[in-house]
């Protein structure tokens, strides 16, 4: 369908590139700043255990994740902008109710209407920025809207720290002041930007299927010790989390509007990047959580010393973004996500190595960091990019919107397994098994994207992929391809 506006370009499309990437920076700073008030937020409410907690990020990840295609669709039927402001709005009120939640369960289910508006704002923010901006300008735009996830990656970690020094509430809340003047900007300078065609309505029975599949696959992962790897709880919990999936397969196979379309997994590297992203998910959601968990449950680090002892790892994710760019020209974009992958799985290797109870930053700790953050950096820009590299231009939206819904997957499956592993270990050496257990599984969940990045290299002749009714073939321009933030 072809994207059409009501109303003129901007005068100021600076000003619109502003207040996009600022929502977009403040949905992608909410993941790492929550990571570092993880351990605040137990100690807070009643003690929570691991088990517990790892709702307050699974819950995000999970609806985040199954809403963002069905969302972004609706917006692009009833208006992006209004779709945006809408988004942010909730998201920002969310952050509040999260700010000043009595309980667990009640930042958990902030949390829930949190990611509903960060999956509004977010394909919106994108689509309206790439409307707004003159054709010339377009590529450099989507990159510095695409950046603010690195920039938010880098300082996450520090701003968390500061934050959970005051209270881990300021986590949260901190989103207050930067949503209400991302709304104030954007009514003012926003243009308005729909489809002339609506199709039909997403799919939103079949979002909540995935809802319900992912949930019930973390929930058994997450309570298998406490429950017991083979008890019948277990085993019912991981059928209704498989039956859920397969009546989605089922949906997508025959709704007019799918969560996930079938005929684009038939392109070669759209389904090996999303193959990858859901895999490297695993092991960068689990590598970061439990260097943050290690640093202040057995180092005994503060909230800030942990910030500052984690940010040289997200920093050179922008630095080796750079670099898989100009390796771009000599790699393909399996090779080069593999490389980093394979340096993520070094990272890890590393710390199982070297960490033990003595505090030893600078000889234990930071080098593993360095070379995870790079591995990072080689792989994620790629994944993200290539997947819509073979795509026509109508579905490159889509595409990306999806690979990200996997990378959402995977990070609720590293924490669902750090969470397994982990468990309550007494004791240093019982400590020391378990968190280098998770080191290991996140590694191999790293070598494993590894091996499936080597498929992601697009096909020189694209397959072809229907277009929506209305719409002519169009070739595909891989040098168009969109990259995202978050």
Same mark, same amino acid.
């Given at each position: 369908m072809v994207d059409q506006s009501q109303l003129a370009r901007p005068s100021s499309p600076g000003a619109?590139?502003?207040?996009?990437?600022? +929502?977009?920076?403040?949905?992608? #700073?909410?993941?790492?700043?929550?990571?570092?008030a993880f351990d605040a937020i137990g100690r807070d409410l009643d003690g929570?255990?691991?088990?517990? $907690?790892?709702?307050?990020?699974?819950?995000?990840?999970?609806?985040?994740?199954?809403?963002?295609?069905?969302?972004?669709?609706?917006?692009?039927?009833?208006?992006?902008?209004?779709?945006?402001?809408?988004? *942010?709005a909730v998201f920002t009120l969310a952050s509040v109710a999260c700010a000043l939640a009595p309980g667990l369960w009640t930042l958990v289910a902030a949390r829930v209407l949190q990611a509903a508006g960060a999956a509004l704002l977010t394909p919106t923010s994108l689509a309206l920025l790439l409307h707004a901006m003159p054709v010339e300008r377009r590529v450099r735009a989507v990159r510095t809207w695409a950046a603010t996830g690195a920039l938010a990656a880098a300082a996450g970690p520090v701003v968390g720290g500061l934050l959970v020094s005051a209270s881990w509430r300021w986590v949260f809340l901190v989103n207050l002041p930067i949503g209400v003047l991302a709304l104030v900007?954007?009514?003012?300078?926003?243009?308005?930007?729909?489809?002339?065609?609506?199709?039909?309505?997403?799919?939103?029975? /079949?979002?909540?299927?995935?809802?319900?599949g992912i949930g019930l696959l973390s929930l058994a992962l997450v309570q298998a010790p406490e429950w017991g790897w083979g008890s019948a709880r277990v085993w019912l919990v991981l059928a209704a989390a498989l039956l859920c999936a397969a009546v989605f397969w089922w949906r997508s196979m025959r709704h007019a509007s799918p969560v996930v379309e079938p005929a684009l997994l038939r392109v070669r590297a759209f389904a090996w990047s999303n193959a990858t992203a859901l895999v490297f998910g695993v092991a960068f959601a689990g590598n970061l959580l439990v260097n943050v968990l290690w640093m202040q449950q057995v180092w005994g680090w503060?909230?800030?010393?942990?910030?500052? /002892?984690? =940010?040289?790892?997200?920093?050179?994710?922008?630095?080796?973004?750079? &670099?898989?760019?100009? !390796?771009?020209?000599?790699?393909?974009p399996g090779v080069t996500t593999?490389?980093?992958? $394979? #340096? &993520?799985?070094?990272?890890?290797?590393?710390?199982?190595?070297?960490? @033990?109870?003595?505090?030893?930053?600078?000889?234990?700790?930071?080098?593993?960091?360095?070379? @995870? /953050?790079?591995?990072?950096?080689?792989?994620?820009?790629?994944?993200?990019s290539n997947a819509t590299?073979?795509?026509?231009?109508?579905?490159?939206?889509?595409?990306?919107?999806?690979?990200?819904?996997?990378?959402?997957? /995977?990070? &609720?499956?590293?924490?669902?397994?750090?969470?397994? $592993? #982990? @468990?309550?270990?007494?004791?240093?050496?019982?400590?020391d098994?378990?968190?280098?257990?998770?080191?290991?599984?996140? !590694?191999?969940?790293? *070598?494993? +994207? =590894?091996?499936?990045?080597?498929g992601m290299t697009p096909r020189r002749t694209p397959a072809p992929v229907p277009d929506p009714p209305g719409v002519p073939r169009v070739r595909p321009d891989r040098t168009g391809a969109l990259p995202s933030a978050g």
């Open positions: 619109v590139l502003a207040v996009l990437s600022l +929502a977009a920076f403040m949905a992608s #700073l909410d993941l790492f700043i929550v990571n570092v929570a255990s691991l088990t517990s $907690l790892s709702w307050v990020l699974n819950a995000y990840a999970i609806v985040y994740a199954a809403l963002l295609v069905p969302l972004g669709r609706l917006a692009d039927r009833w208006g992006r902008k209004a779709g945006f402001q809408l988004g *942010l900007v954007a009514v003012r300078v926003v243009p308005e930007s729909r489809e002339s065609s609506p199709g039909r309505l997403p799919d939103l029975a /079949g979002a909540a299927l995935l809802v319900a503060s909230a800030l010393q942990t910030g500052l /002892g984690v =940010a040289p790892g997200p920093l050179m994710v922008p630095v080796f973004a750079a &670099v898989a760019q100009r !390796l771009s020209a000599r790699l393909s593999a490389l980093g992958c $394979l #340096l &993520v799985a070094a990272g890890l290797l590393y710390a199982t190595l070297a960490l @033990g109870p003595e505090v030893d930053y600078l000889a234990d700790a930071l080098p593993g960091w360095l070379i @995870g /953050g790079a591995g990072v950096g080689l792989a994620l820009p790629t994944i993200l590299a073979d795509l026509p231009p109508s579905r490159s939206a889509t595409g990306s919107a999806v690979v990200n819904m996997s990378r959402q997957v /995977g990070t &609720v499956l590293g924490v669902s397994v750090l969470v397994a $592993l #982990l @468990g309550t270990p007494v004791g240093f050496p019982a400590v098994d378990a968190y280098d257990a998770v080191r290991i599984a996140m !590694l191999l969940a790293a *070598l494993l +994207a =590894a091996g499936t990045a080597l």
